[in-house]
């Protein structure tokens, strides 16, 4: 187990200071795909959090792409695909009610492949 866990603050909600103390974790390299997280139970002691919040953290883990649950199994950290970051471009792109232009695409292409490479 990961032993870097801090307890959560009061003062933000309880499951994104979970989220975000688990991402820098994944950005760090402190966890890589493949890892399992501990089970629900010793995460709330170590968090020192209700299960409901940690079911609430790893939804939105999971619905960012950074976490795949296994019935049975565990919690994984899952390796961030291509298409997760085209679809969240893409929902982006389509939501914006201007238009946006070639130069805009252009400069989010190069900052991806900056931090890509």
């Keep these: 187990m990961v032993d870097t866990y801090r307890l959560v603050k009061r003062q933000e909600k309880?499951?994104?200071q979970v989220v975000e103390q688990i991402i820098d974790?994944?950005?760090e390299g402190k966890l890589t795909e493949g890892d399992r997280l501990p089970p629900e139970r010793e995460m709330c002691d170590t968090f020192g959090v209700s299960?409901?919040?940690?079911?609430e953290a790893i939804s939105v883990l999971e619905a960012?792409?950074?976490l795949a649950s296994q019935i049975g199994s565990g919690?994984?950290?899952r390796a961030i695909q291509s298409e997760d970051i085209a679809n969240t471009l893409g929902l982006y792109i389509s939501t914006q009610s201007k238009s946006i232009s070639m130069m805009q695409l252009l400069e989010v292409r190069r900052i991806y492949e900056t931090q890509i490479a």
């Design 14 to 16: 309880l499951s994104v």
């Design 64 to 66: 960012k792409g950074l």
């Design 51 to 55: 299960r409901t919040v940690i079911r």
């Design 75 to 77: 919690t994984y950290v």
């Design 25 to 27: 974790l994944i950005v």
